[in-house]
């Protein structure tokens, strides 16, 4: 048990504390060559679970410090943008820099910064780039002067068309009216899903935006997030301990194994493209958990994250 997730959380239910502790951000936006790796990946799976064309409108959850994995997907032809968060991480003056280093690093078709999980390099070239999917035609097309000195306008006027091109930063999020039904070509979010309160609405939500033949893109966390020494080690925690550790932060981690994602995404009408589990027998034994996690499966008990695709028929 970690006390001091304990105590953070406490501390929460005092009225103005909230206000004057640090908050350290999101961590992973922050960086341009981050946000990078993060498209290519997803990409890189899209195209090899079928999906043959750049879409054009692209919806993401959870953007954190910055839209760079948005911005990314837009250097490679996306023309609309919606970035849906729950508190306001990102701003311009952040955004700016990492667009432009992100437009370096695609005129230079550098290569994915880190070899992350899951690993997709045997899908990319010798510089370990996608050029199977942004051939040279593509880029040139994608980047060409006027198009990145649009969508550097659309940066500095979120929420206005700028030559075709728009990006909506909507914070807080809640109504899924917010976007059309079925105008939307593809659904991401990485490190995200396992910080949603309500995933049935979410994933509704998810479908209701998407055109038929639409996808979602997402990679999901299960790990602590520091609040227990051992990765799994939350689900030690009892219900009212972890109303404490939660105490009134608008987000932490919403505890749900693997299985109800899979099963809320079939529930929703998707049909699964692709899952991959990280599978990890180094957590808390059977013994060591909380009753309302007793009869959680070895696979939820075991699986520390998740990257999966889906398609809406
Ligand atoms: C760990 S950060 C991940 C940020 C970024 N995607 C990355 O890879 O670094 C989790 C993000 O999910 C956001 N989030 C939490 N609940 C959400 C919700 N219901 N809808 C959209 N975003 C949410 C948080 O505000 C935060 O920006």
Redo the contacts with the bound molecule.
């Keep these: 048990m970690k006390i001091k997730s304990i105590v953070k959380g406490f501390l929460t239910f005092i009225p103005g504390v909230s206000r004057i502790l640090p908050d350290p951000g999101?961590?992973?936006?922050?960086s341009a060559g981050?946000?990078y790796g993060?498209w290519l990946k997803h990409l890189t799976y899209l195209r090899e679970n079928g999906m043959t064309r750049i879409p054009h409108t692209l919806a993401?959850?959870?953007?954190?410090?910055s839209l760079g994995?948005g911005f990314s997907a837009m250097l490679c032809g996306v023309d609309k943008y919606f970035a849906?968060?729950?508190?306001e991480?990102?701003n311009n003056p952040r955004n700016l820099e990492i667009f432009d280093e992100l437009v370096d690093m695609f005129r230079a078709r550098a290569p994915r910064p880190t070899k992350g999980w899951p690993d997709f390099d045997e899908f990319l070239d010798t510089r370990l780039f996608p050029s199977h999917i942004l051939t040279d035609e593509l880029m040139e097309s994608a980047l060409s002067p006027e198009r990145v000195a649009s969508i550097r306008r659309a940066i500095q006027n979120l929420g206005q068309t700028v030559d075709g091109i728009s990006i909506s930063y909507v914070?807080?999020?809640?109504n899924p009216e917010i976007i059309e039904h079925s105008s939307v070509d593809l659904v991401i979010?990485?490190?995200?899903?396992?910080?949603?309160?309500?995933l049935e609405a979410?994933y509704h939500a998810l479908y209701s935006w998407l055109k038929p033949q639409g996808r979602i893109s997402h990679?999901i966390?299960f790990t602590s997030?520091g609040l227990s020494n051992e990765w799994n080690g939350y689900r030690a925690y009892s219900q009212w301990l972890w109303k404490i550790i939660l105490g009134k932060r608008?987000?932490l981690i919403n505890r749900e194994p693997y299985s109800t994602h899979l099963d809320l995404i079939l529930h929703s009408g998707f049909q699964l493209d692709i899952v991959l589990k990280r599978i990890q027998i180094d957590g808390i034994p059977r013994n060591k958990l909380d009753k309302s996690w007793k009869a959680i499966s070895d696979e939820d008990l075991n699986c520390s994250g998740v990257f999966l695709q889906a398609t809406k028929p």
């Design positions: 999101t961590g992973g936006t922050i981050y946000c993060v993401e959850l959870g953007p954190g410090d994995i849906l968060d729950v508190v991480y990102s914070v807080p999020w809640s979010s990485h490190s995200v899903l396992e910080h949603v309160s309500d979410t990679q966390d997030h608008t987000f």
